[in-house]
């Protein structure tokens, strides 16, 4: 008989392909910010959220805070190094107010994980107290990172467009959060248990938006697009006076 911990193993393997598409699964969006050279109405937030999300899930996987735990580490280090490659493309594409923001929010989120670090490894003396400050912190920042596409969830509900919500990102973080929720639920782990089951949670409501909103979507980019392509009557009316000077002066 296959034994839990083997069914585990395995739920978190196939956890880590899932979350590996999940970070991933921004990338179309990034292509289209590169090419156009602007963020548009694109906001960092979900970004950050994750790659603070992340920093904490390493802290927590570390043998000398939750021994055991290469799964959670290998896949959250990757997350970091994807997640920190879209901010600095946010940053390079953005401007003003918005760049100092983001560059703000980001320093501070890197000083205040090695705070962290820094004072659970020194003051903290046991796996399970480095487990428990670490792991109340994971739950929520997690929390965070599937609750940051909330004030796009808003804005959707404002504009009747899931134009800047894509649905391979709600998608992924839907097959992401019931693989991961699956993983510790079966050695109970509450700490992973919590933002897991909130983040599916949350992933489904956007999903649900997604099919409210997607007619109106289709109807308000055929109408910019009817609009762009419709020619200024500016351009095509000509003064009558203007026009028969001009017809009169030609020469041939």
Request: glycine share 8%; aromatic share 10%; with cysteine.
């Amino acid at each position: 008989m296959v034994s839990a911990d083997t069914i585990r193993t395995v739920i978190g393997i196939i956890g880590n392909g899932t979350a590996l598409v999940l970070f991933l699964s921004p990338v179309p969006t990034f292509y289209r910010i590169w090419k156009k050279k602007t963020v548009e109405q694109y906001s960092a937030v979900p970004y950050l959220a994750t790659l603070l999300n992340c920093m904490m899930w390493v802290l927590y996987g570390l043998p000398a805070v939750h021994p055991h735990s290469m799964l959670v580490i290998t896949i959250n280090g990757t997350g970091m190094a994807i997640e920190l490659t879209y901010i600095a493309l946010f940053l390079a594409y953005s401007a003003g107010a918005d760049r100092r923001r983001v560059l703000l929010i980001l320093v501070a989120e890197i000083a205040f994980v090695a705070a962290v670090a820094a004072l659970v490894l020194s003051l903290a003396h046991t796996h399970d107290g480095r487990s428990m400050v670490v792991g109340i912190l994971c739950v929520v920042f997690g929390t965070g990172m599937y609750a940051a596409p909330l004030s796009v969830m808003k804005m959707v509900i404002q504009t009747k467009s899931v134009e800047y919500m894509p649905l391979f990102l709600s998608l992924a973080s839907l097959v992401n959060g019931v693989f991961w929720t699956a993983y510790a639920l079966i050695k109970f782990d509450l700490y992973m248990t919590i933002p897991n089951g909130l983040g599916v949670l949350f992933a489904v409501g956007q999903v649900v938006l997604y099919a409210i909103y997607y007619k109106s979507t289709q109807q308000i980019l055929e109408a910019r697009k009817r609009k762009a392509d419709q020619v200024p009557m500016t351009e095509v009316v000509v003064d009558g006076k203007n026009g028969n000077a001009a017809a009169g002066n030609g020469r041939y």
